[in-house]
């Protein structure tokens, strides 16, 4: 069982919404740095979206800022993506990242310890 799993994708429209979610299962979460990355067909999976381990620090990289939001909820171990304002070009499998050095990891892949098996995120009319 990975110790990470993905839910909320789906099919939506242009300038729709989706909100993301990661249950961690197995892992403390508070003690991990997360970060949502994605993967389009043919396309190397790239990083979007970080959340400190204690969430009070964010950071996005320009395609996704200010339609975005990535929050968690310790208590609860589980940590999510609002992606509002979706564009055809955001449609890709979206995976969360746990980065046992805590803080706020980076964008890079081989910064991640686990990882989740992702969900598909299709937007088109």
């Known amino acids: 069982q990975l110790p990470l799993v993905e839910s909320g994708g789906g099919l939506v429209q242009p300038g729709g919404s989706l909100r993301l979610s990661c249950a961690a299962s197995?892992?403390?979460?508070?003690?991990?740095?997360i970060g949502w990355f994605r993967q389009a067909p043919g396309k190397q999976r790239e990083g979007i979206a970080l959340?400190?381990?204690?969430?009070?620090?964010?950071d996005y990289i320009d395609s996704v800022k200010g339609r975005f939001t990535v929050s968690r909820d310790n208590a609860n171990n589980m940590v999510y993506l609002q992606m509002n304002m979706l564009k055809s070009e955001d449609t890709a499998v979206y995976y969360c990242?746990?980065?046992?050095?805590?803080?706020?990891?980076?964008?890079?892949?081989?910064?991640?310890?686990?990882w989740g098996q992702g969900t598909q995120v299709t937007v088109s009319s």
């Open positions: 197995g892992l403390t979460l508070k003690d991990y740095a």
């Open positions: 959340i400190s381990a204690s969430g009070r620090v964010t």
């Open positions: 990242a746990a980065d046992s050095r805590g803080g706020l990891s980076t964008f890079e892949v081989n910064a991640y310890d686990y």
